[in-house]
């Protein structure tokens, strides 16, 4: 049962960067303008050319 | 693909176009053509001038914050900011579509900010400058900390849970060691503990707070199951004992955030509702200055004493006398009446009506609170505060469930404690009883049905602006109409169309599109008159006068066009406009305040359910007489005050009704603040759809019934959901009680009643569906 020492901090680890990123992308206001994001998908980019 | 007309000529001269690349907006300008509010229908709106609002940023640059009207899609987005920054000043402009707002910075350096934003103003999208400071940011802020505590207690929900099923898979096949299980054990404490003290946050407050109160709430009993289930495990797993509950602390926890999180989400969304429209009041004065220079100030700035101008079609900033002009002004906001009233110097008039004709310059005699608006905004509010007593279900069922949990719970402990012997014992049962009985189906129950309920109205184009309203509105036998606005479209229109020919409507309507006056707008809306140019000379409270091949042609009143009284007479009475030709016979045409499409079908729908039907109009009796024979409504009131109409709406609840007040004027404003619930057309005055709890789009008064019935069924779905809970309640207490829950059990249960209350109130969307089909 040894493994378990390693395997349960990595378990809480990747739990913990799931974690930390949405902290940040609640902190960096993606949250802010959800209507906005779901119609932005639709817009092309400037640059964006099909040949 | 479409290419919008361009309501500004000199766009098109400059050879600006622009592609909206889609189809998408063509639905949008079909909702522009439906839309009855005046802030959609571009030619009513005015964009304020957006010179006062202008600040600078730390780096110099100079910013603007606007709200934006008829944003509808991607398009709209990207052809806003896309204009914007085609201009090498700007330096950022950011649409935020959720909100409907518009932040803009740029160099200052020569840039006018009017020049700025006219491309944008002109591509019909008016803009409405205002300052950030205003909007209270609480309620975000206060859904942000409740993302966190959420995202924390999902984070350790699933770990602790992760350690738990193992600890429970080692009791069940009895081959666990004690040592690893007190390592689970302590790592589960190490993720819960901190977990606990930080996303619990919100419940401990607010139980404490209510405990100082003095009242119980649902967060006493929740605050105190989370508490001592982690407080009882961390013992237990110092004595490396068998059974912890960190899991049920922190799985507890994250339910009661979601229900938490849903219903301030609601609250805060029926809040920017409300801000956005106070914010649109606050538009920019222009006063004269000593010398003479004109200034535009925000309207705070203005004193008693200043001169204001008043261009045509600005609304009134203040209360004053006119020192210089003659026009028509719109007093629809204030007496609910659809005829504007002819003013001059010497005559007082009030913030919030609107200048139609002729410039004006006033004095300003009373401004800010003490406005007439001022004081119906004061009136709405004392009538606001009569209506807060009202105690929402949740709070009312845990003013019983509270205390019944916390006896249940200290009967557990005596009783354990006297048969058992053993107070730690005793203490680990009533902990179980505590858990077991936490509210977490109950915390549910109501946001999710009232997230469901919202989000099916406002597909009907029907805004939830009070968090409790839909709970209000299933209680009401009584149902209130305004007149002027809400039975009737608050618009004229022209109805002996028959009696004229197209040539000389055309040729009306031709000289009408110079004016604002509402009959002007009316005939410029029957007829098709091309858009060519025409000089026209508007004199106020009279008519029009243009010059066209060598003929006078007048547009206007009797007097104007010189009609005399019999040539008029035995004609149906209401508004009429005359047209006469140089010598020619005049011609009439005769106007109506409409009925809202669907008004009859929805009186007489309210009716057969049940309903108690009053109208209660500030208009004279005649007309309001007519329209309630029109549409079978028996008891009618007629030029009641706003003061009356509050008295009127006390007494009936004085007899014992709940009434619904559904209107849209500034003088019903206290009516619907005072009134048990209350609902409002998108086209009503600000003040209205602020005071109201519910605010309905489009023209079609069937929203009343409709919102009614949701209103309703997510009454009983709640009831259901309380009924679910307490079943689950009823099975869970009594194992509880008998010390026969272990934390598995207690883990299912839990879940198991928080997802039937969920998807029970997913029931509301599906029956949508049926509905459709």
């Not at chain 2, 790592?187 to 619990?200: D, K, N, Q």
Request: charged residues 20%.
């Amino acid at each position: 049962m040894n493994v378990l020492i390693y395997l349960i901090p990595v378990a809480l680890f990747l739990g913990g960067i799931g974690l930390a990123a949405f902290l940040w992308s609640l902190k960096s206001g993606q949250y802010e303008d959800l209507e906005g994001a779901a119609n932005r998908i639709l817009i092309d980019d400037e640059n964006d050319e099909i040949s | 693909m479409g290419e919008i007309a361009l309501k500004n000529p000199t766009n098109l001269a400059a050879g600006r176009s622009y592609d909206l690349g889609g189809d998408c907006c063509s639905s949008g300008a079909m909702v522009l053509n439906e839309a009855t509010s005046p802030a959609a229908d571009f030619d009513d709106f005015v964009s304020a001038d957006p010179t006062a609002f202008v600040e600078s940023d730390q780096d110099g640059n100079a910013i603007l914050h606007t709200l934006v009207e008829n944003m509808h899609c991607a398009n709209c987005i990207k052809t806003i900011e896309q204009t914007l920054k085609s201009n090498p000043a700007v330096l950022d402009a950011r649409v935020n579509f959720s909100t409907r707002r518009l932040f803009l910075r740029w160099l200052p350096d020569g840039v006018d900010v009017g020049e700025l934003v006219k491309p944008i103003i002109a591509l019909g999208y008016p803009l409405t400058p205002y300052n950030p400071a205003m909007i209270i940011s609480a309620a975000a802020e206060e859904n942000a900390r409740l993302l966190r505590a959420l995202a924390v207690a999902g984070f350790a929900a699933a770990n602790v849970m992760l350690l738990s099923v193992s600890v429970w898979a080692g009791l069940f096949s009895e081959d666990m060691g004690p040592a690893t299980r007190d390592f689970l054990h302590w790592i589960s404490a190490m993720v819960a503990l901190p977990a606990v003290a930080y996303a619990g946050q919100p419940f401990f407050k607010s139980a404490v707070a209510a405990l100082r109160a003095g009242r119980l709430n649902m967060d006493v009993p929740i605050s105190l199951a989370v508490v001592l289930a982690a407080g009882m495990s961390l013992a237990e797993t110092v004595q490396g004992g068998e059974y912890v509950y960190f899991d049920a602390s922190v799985t507890l926890l994250f339910f009661l955030l979601i229900g938490r999180y849903l219903d301030n989400a609601a609250r805060s969304k029926a809040r920017s509702a409300a801000e956005r429209l106070l914010l649109l009041k606050a538009v920019a004065a222009t006063i004269i200055q000593k010398d003479g220079s004109l200034k535009t100030v925000p309207v705070e700035a203005v004193t008693p004493g200043t001169h204001v101008k008043i261009m045509v079609g600005d609304r009134l900033p203040v209360d004053g006398v006119i020192v210089q002009g003659r026009s028509d002004l719109d007093v629809s906001l204030i007496t609910g009446e659809s005829l504007p009233s002819v003013v001059s110097a010497g005559d007082n008039v009030f913030a919030g009506t609107l200048n139609l004709s002729a410039p004006l310059e006033i004095e300003a005699t009373k401004t800010g609170d003490n406005t007439l608006l001022g004081d119906i905004v004061r009136l709405m509010e004392a009538a606001e505060q009569g209506r807060a007593k009202y105690v929402r279900l949740a709070d009312r069922i845990a003013g019983f469930y509270a205390p019944a949990v916390h006896i249940l719970a200290a009967g557990t402990f005596i009783g354990w404690w006297i048969l058992a012997g053993s107070w730690q014992n005793a203490l680990m049962q009533a902990v179980a009883v505590l858990i077991i009985t936490c509210p977490c189906a109950l915390g549910l129950a109501v946001p999710v049905v009232q997230v469901v309920a919202s989000g099916r109205l406002l597909m009907k184009g029907i805004l939830v602006k009070a968090a409790d309203g839909l709970e209000r509105l299933a209680e009401v036998d009584t149902i209130v109409f305004d007149k002027t606005g809400t039975l009737t479209e608050g618009r004229l229109d022209l109805v002996n169309r028959d009696e004229i020919t197209s040539a000389h409507l055309d040729l009306a309507a031709r000289i009408a599109r110079n004016s604002r006056h509402p009959l002007a707008r009316a005939v410029a809306r029957a007829g098709k008159g091309a858009a060519e140019y025409l000089e026209v000379e508007e004199c106020p409270g009279e008519g029009l006068k243009a010059q066209l091949n060598g003929k006078v042609i007048r547009l206007g009143n009797r007097n104007f066009c010189h009609v005399s009284d019999d040539a008029a007479s035995g004609k149906a009475p209401g508004p009429e406009l005359w047209l006469k030709i140089e010598n020619e016979d005049a011609i009439q045409f005769r106007f109506r305040d409409r009925l809202r499409p669907g008004a009859h079908a929805a009186i007489e729908n309210l009716k057969a359910l049940g309903f108690k039907i009053d109208l209660l109009s500030g208009d004279r009796k005649a007309v309001v007489a007519e329209l309630a024979e029109a549409l079978g409504i028996e008891n009618w009131y007629a030029q009641k005050k706003p003061e009356d109409k509050v008295a009127h709406l006390k007494s009936l609840e004085a007899k014992g009704h709940k009434v619904l007040m559904v209107g849209d004027g500034l003088n019903d404003a206290p009516a619907l603040a005072s009134a048990h619930v209350s609902l409002s057309p998108a086209s009503a005055a600000d003040i209205s759809q602020t005071a109201a709890d519910f605010v309905f789009q489009g023209r079609n008064l069937s929203a009343v019934a409709e919102t009614i019935h949701v209103a309703r069924a997510s009454k009983r779905l709640i009831f259901q959901n309380f009924s679910l809970a307490f079943l689950y309640n009823a099975i869970a207490i009594p194992l509880a009680v008998a010390g026969l829950v272990t934390p598995l059990i207690a883990a299912v249960a839990m879940s198991a009643s928080s997802l039937v209350v969920c998807l029970n109130s997913l029931r509301l969307r599906m029956e949508r569906r049926g509905a459709t089909r």
